[in-house]
């Protein structure tokens, strides 16, 4: 049968008999996958190491009898390569991945917003830089922003040469992941077109929380954070931040057992919805830790599911 060729980041590797993995990839064109690299765990392999979690790939897939098999193989961006030797990074991007795959339940159901703000988060991630160092001049990458064309890894030439680089013929990142007006109030999420701030810095664990809004966001869960969440008014105080109910609430809506968040938490969450990393980087580090848990309560909440990575970013 005809094979297909797809760029995607691995998510996800599993031993598959004596030499053999299944790899799990969230691709530009065919969403989730799950194909047989065959012979990837052998010394001689055609492979190599470009079939590892963190890496994007150019890919050629043929159909298979139950699972598809992954055919030739070249590295577009290895983006673990600045996360290997930073833990608190790493695990960020762990939890990334896995996030990733959570919200692309469905196996070949396209997600270009969810693959394109993977790209972006990976790549913030690794420019990111750890509370107390001093920040590195120059600008910070922008989530939703794609690899540049003709940028690739240094695993060296393809798997297998004579086949043409994979199609760009997908909508551009600013398309992509810019959105209206929520209904929430909250406004457009930034937009990737437009130039960030030169010279902030962004918390790794900072990067994470704003890769799980806007996850959520594409997802349909957008916390409200400038109405409540149940009467819909923004003309009375919001008290509360309740997760059955999808956001902040006023006292009279208020559910018992609702956590009671700092405004400056509430404004923190808004800024890295919007990207105003200028904003976020001001906030003091009692109210991020205390956003990073709402964060990612309410995101286990609507996924159902724990993100088991997350064990070890809180630790971090």
């Known amino acids: 049968m005809q094979g297909y060729r797809d760029d995607g980041v691995v998510l996800r590797t599993q031993k598959l008999g004596e030499a053999d993995r299944i790899i799990t990839l969230l691709t530009r064109h065919n969403g989730r996958v799950r194909a047989v690299a065959k012979g990837i765990r052998r010394t001689k392999s055609r492979f190599g190491g470009r079939l590892e979690p963190f890496t994007h790939v150019d890919v050629m897939i043929h159909p298979g009898r139950s699972l598809d098999i992954i055919t030739q193989a070249e590295v ?106 929520d209904a929430n109030g909250i406004g457009s999420l930034e937009d990737p077109a437009r130039p960030a701030d030169p010279g902030t810095p962004r918390d790794p664990r900072m990067v994470l929380d704003a890769y799980f809004l806007r996850s959520l966001t594409f997802a349909g869960y957008a916390p409200a954070l400038a109405e409540c969440a149940r009467c819909g008014t923004s003309e009375r105080p919001l008290v509360a931040f309740a997760m059955a109910a999808g956001g902040m609430v006023c006292a009279e809506d208020r559910p018992p057992g609702a956590a009671s968040p700092a405004p400056q938490t509430v404004a923190l969450m808004v800024a890295l919805l919007r990207g105003d990393w200028t904003s976020a980087m001001r906030s003091e580090r009692r109210h991020r830790v205390e956003c990073s848990g709402l964060v990612a309560a309410y995101l286990q909440w609507h996924l159902e599911h724990s993100i088991r990575s997350l064990r070890h970013v809180e630790r971090a």
Not at 148 to 165: D, K, L, Y
């Open 76 to 181: 577009i961006r290895a983006y673990g390569t600045p996360l290997a030797a930073d833990y608190p990074k790493y695990t960020a991007g762990t939890a990334m991945l896995e996030t990733a795959e959570r919200f692309t339940p469905v196996e070949k159901e396209p997600a270009i917003r969810q693959f394109l703000l993977l790209i972006g988060g990976l790549r913030a991630l690794g420019e990111a830089v750890d509370p107390g160092e001093p920040a590195t001049p120059g600008e910070p990458a922008t989530f939703g922003e794609p690899a540049t064309s003709g940028e690739r890894g240094t695993s060296g030439e393809p798997a297998t040469s004579g086949e043409p680089a994979a199609p760009s013929d997908s909508p551009p990142a600013s398309s992509a992941l810019s959105t209206p007006a």
